[in-house]
């Protein structure tokens, strides 16, 4: 959107013109003679939108709008409305250009011959026809979709694996990370991989976020008891947080009455938020990360390395650990670049406070640098993959040689 200066008897377009925009009176006033309704001609004062036939695919104005006085209008173009549109909920999408394209229609036949027809006007309903097609069948498959992973919900089909994290000082287990699977009734046991994406597409990963924090909430008060009978230290339960999950307006109260109806202790439990939490509404995003401190919960950025990476909006957030992402930990023994990259953000973790999780750990050599970059925790295929609830047991209280 732009701002425009229109003189006083300035045409802004014509009758037949293509447009790829359109407009509203921000100060002055518009004279809008209409061609095809019997509206005629008439006056708009500021607030009032014009032009709107010009951010209709390849479609040509119907009006001519002439301004009455000096007048400032603020531009809105076709552009910025197709991409806010892709990026719009397959349901709004749907009915926009369902609804443009019958308005195009109406105006067409309300025409009949002798208007402005421009010579795209055939191949616009062709356009707009496969749009349509294409929208709908995504809407469908997504109903579909929403509508599995909401039963899978309703029937408990999801279950939590837990990876152990552990102590690079000690060697022993320091918490666990939750991590969703489902138990699909027809393809078996499916990673995240098969099914976030879509449930955050379709908003369900709200309701799966909420029974994944239950879930973990439940586990942390036995895990600790059977920690503490081996004489380990207390056990943290790290659980994955979505930025849909973030955008629900009243989450904190959710997390709130999650953590009373499973009556955990708040210390225990770790939230695993990533930077796009944090960009995307700055303030927003710290109210929110500082009343979720003020429960008792711990705060993890995850995948640190990956998304904006810029290491000086740090300091403005409540963040306990950060977790250095597994493609450093890949590539660091062999590239220069990334164990510089790794370095750097040991480094500031320890000037901020901050702890830090090195994730992804395969290999002694790659623990033993972890270790010598003095970095707090460590997590892997290395330690241990992640495990269901009955081998977590097992585990608990015990050591690993490091
Ligand atoms: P993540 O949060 O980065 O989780 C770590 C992923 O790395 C897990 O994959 C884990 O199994 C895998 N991993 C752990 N150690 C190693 C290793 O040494 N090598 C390699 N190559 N991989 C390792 P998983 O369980 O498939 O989860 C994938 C992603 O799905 C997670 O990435 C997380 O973004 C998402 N996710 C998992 N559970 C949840 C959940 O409950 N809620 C939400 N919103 N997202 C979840
Ligand atoms: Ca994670
Ligand atoms: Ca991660």
Redesign the pocket.
């Known amino acids: 959107m732009y701002r425009k200066d229109v003189k006083k008897g300035e045409t802004i377009f014509s009758y037949g013109e293509m447009g790829d925009c359109a407009y509203i009176v921000e100060q002055g006033s518009i004279r809008v003679e209409d061609k095809v309704s019997s509206q005629g001609s008439y006056i708009l004062g500021p607030g009032k939108m014009f032009g709107e036939y010009g951010i209709v695919d390849d479609c040509c104005h119907y009006s001519i709008a002439t301004a009455e006085e000096d007048s400032l209008l603020l531009v809105v173009t076709q552009e910025e409305i197709n991409d806010k549109a892709s990026g719009a909920d397959p349901m709004i999408s749907l009915f926009t250009t369902f609804f443009m394209d019958r308005c195009r229609s109406l105006t067409e036949r309300h025409y009949g011959s002798g208007g402005p027809v421009s010579p795209v006007l055939s191949r616009r309903s062709n356009n707009a026809e496969g749009k349509i097609q294409a929208n709908r069948e995504e809407l469908v498959q997504n109903f579909h979709i929403k509508e599995e992973l909401e039963r899978a919900v309703k029937n408990q089909e999801f279950v939590l694996?837990f990876?152990p994290i552990i102590s690079l000082r000690g060697g022993f287990t320091s918490g666990f990370?939750?991590?969703?699977r489902w138990d699909h009734p027809d393809r078996g046991l499916l990673?995240?991989?098969h099914f976030?994406d879509m449930a955050e597409a379709t908003n369900t990963?709200v309701p799966?976020?909420d029974w994944?924090f239950e879930e973990a909430c439940r586990h942390v008060d036995p895990f600790n008891r059977l920690a503490a009978e081996g004489g380990s230290p207390e056990i943290f339960v790290s659980?994955?947080?979505?930025a849909k999950q973030f955008a629900v307006p009243d989450i904190v109260n959710r997390f709130r009455e999650m953590a009373q109806r499973t009556n955990v202790d708040t210390s225990k439990i770790q939230l695993?938020i990533t930077e796009s939490v944090l960009m995307e509404d700055t303030s927003h995003a710290k109210s929110i990360l500082h009343e979720i401190k003020d429960l008792g919960f711990q705060l993890v950025l995850?995948?640190f390395g990956t998304g904006y990476s810029s290491l000086n909006y740090l300091h403005q957030f409540p963040i306990d650990k950060l977790k250095i992402d597994?493609s450093f930990t890949h590539a660091m023994l062999n590239d220069e670049d990334s164990l510089e990259i790794v370095r750097a953000i040991a480094g500031l973790a320890h000037n901020l406070n901050i702890e830090v999780v090195a994730?992804?750990?395969?290999e002694r050599e790659q623990l033993s640098l972890y270790r010598d970059l003095d970095c707090q925790y460590g997590?892997?295929?290395?330690i241990s993959?992640?495990l269901p609830v009955d081998d977590v047991y097992k585990i608990l209280g015990t050591r690993m040689a490091i």
Request: hydrophobic share 40%; charged share 25%; glycine share 10%.
């Open positions: 694996h990876q990370e939750a991590l969703i990673s995240p991989f976030i990963i799966i976020g994944v659980v994955n947080i979505s695993e995850d995948d597994r994730e992804g750990i395969e997590q892997g295929y290395l993959k992640p």
